[in-house]
């Protein structure tokens, strides 16, 4: 591994204009699989990172297709806007009230999020507090079909909220007639869907 990645010298912009001189590994040579080779660089400098990095397939396209393609993508390290979490995830419902019932009478332990603007905002809704990130509800209309949809809800986009206890909230959802599946990976995780058939994952963590 050590002959593959092979140091160079390259520069990252930074915001004063200037240019600072950075250590970098070339992973032009590696492969990752079959089906796709890497082609980028990795600096690092201090305590930020800047990446350029970009893959292309390997066959079907055009050698010198391929050469246009190789410059890096230049990253500016030290004005990154700073990622902290999920804040909240965004949910359509069609009924707002059958809504709240699954996820306030079913869903026990969820709470309504008293400050959204309901007099700001032209459709209803509700922001419901899980832990410290929210699922904002808006009944609004749904793109998504109702029918056709993947059995498994991992397998569909899906909201995944971290629980104490998946056999308590299985015991919750065989009383209220809800189906669900168990993850495919073995981990302790369950799936289910809303009234809307939006999909729901809840997997769980220790502490």
Same mark, same amino acid.
């Given at each position: 591994?050590?002959?593959?990645?092979?140091?160079?010298?390259? /520069?990252? =912009?930074?915001?004063?204009?200037?240019? +600072?001189?950075?250590?970098?590994?070339?992973?032009?040579?590696?492969? *990752?699989?079959?089906? !796709?080779?890497? &082609?980028?660089?990795i600096?690092?400098?201090? #305590?930020?990172?800047?990446? !350029?990095?970009? /893959?292309?397939?390997?066959?079907?396209?055009?050698?010198?297709?391929?050469?246009? @393609?190789?410059e890096?993508?230049?990253?500016?390290?030290?004005? %990154? &806007?700073?990622?902290?979490?999920?804040?909240?995830?965004?949910?359509?419902? +069609?009924?707002?009230?059958?809504?709240?019932?699954? &996820?306030?009478?079913? $869903?026990?332990?969820?709470?309504?999020? +008293?400050?959204?603007?309901?007099?700001?905002?032209? &459709?209803?809704?509700?922001?419901?507090?899980v832990?410290? +990130?929210?699922?904002?509800?808006?009944?609004?209309?749904?793109?998504?079909?109702?029918?056709? =949809?993947?059995?498994?809800? #991992?397998?569909?986009? %899906?909201?995944?909220?971290?629980? *104490?206890?998946?056999?308590?909230?299985?015991?919750?959802?065989?009383?209220?007639?809800?189906?669900?599946?168990?993850?495919?990976?073995?981990?302790?995780?369950?799936?289910?869907? @809303?009234?809307?058939?939006?999909? $729901?994952? !809840?997997?769980?963590? @220790?502490?």
């Amino acid at each position: 591994m050590a002959s593959l990645l092979q140091p160079i010298n390259a /520069t990252v =912009r930074q915001s004063s204009e200037t240019e +600072e001189q950075v250590s970098l590994l070339d992973f032009s040579s590696v492969s *990752r699989n079959s089906s !796709f080779k890497c &082609y980028g660089k990795i600096g690092r400098t201090g #305590g930020c990172h800047g990446i !350029f990095f970009t /893959t292309r397939a390997k066959g079907g396209i055009e050698p010198d297709v391929l050469e246009k @393609d190789k410059e890096p993508i230049e990253v500016d390290v030290h004005n %990154h &806007y700073g990622a902290v979490g999920v804040h909240h995830v965004g949910v359509l419902c +069609e009924n707002l009230e059958r809504s709240l019932h699954f &996820y306030l009478n079913i $869903l026990v332990g969820l709470k309504i999020n +008293e400050a959204r603007p309901h007099n700001k905002l032209p &459709y209803r809704g509700a922001w419901l507090w899980v832990g410290a +990130e929210m699922i904002h509800l808006m009944e609004l209309p749904d793109p998504d079909p109702l029918s056709g =949809r993947p059995e498994h809800g #991992g397998r569909d986009r %899906h909201t995944c909220i971290g629980i *104490r206890d998946v056999s308590k909230l299985k015991v919750i959802l065989d009383k209220a007639g809800i189906p669900y599946t168990l993850s495919k990976s073995g981990r302790p995780a369950i799936s289910t869907r @809303d009234p809307d058939a939006n999909a $729901l994952e !809840f997997t769980q963590v @220790d502490g």
